[in-house]
């Protein structure tokens, strides 16, 4: 799936059976519930999945445990726009670097 596809697919009822947890969780995101966003953040324990937890919790306004999520993401922490950063996001899950 790409991000054009991606987006599309946030007007469905439920997010595609084939995204990664990372990427449900920022498809929840999207359709504003958090609480399941996290969970799925959390189902996936790995560079990807503390990634989107970083964001979520910087969304949520907790910027000591975002910036634990940063670190363990390998990622620097994020300061900008949140709708930027989950731009961000999405693209680098989905369009990764070759």
Known sequence: M??????ESLNLEVPPESLSDA???LWYDANDDWHTAHSHAQAQ?????AWVHAYLHRK???QSNAA???RRAGKPAASGDLADEWEQIV???LEPAA
């Open 68 to 70: 634990y999520w940063y």
């Open 60 to 62: 949520e306004g907790d």
């Open 2 to 7: 790409d991000t054009k596809g991606f987006k």
């Open 45 to 49: 324990d790995d560079m990807a999945g």
């Open 23 to 25: 990427l449900k969780a």
């Open 91 to 93: 693209n680098g899950l």
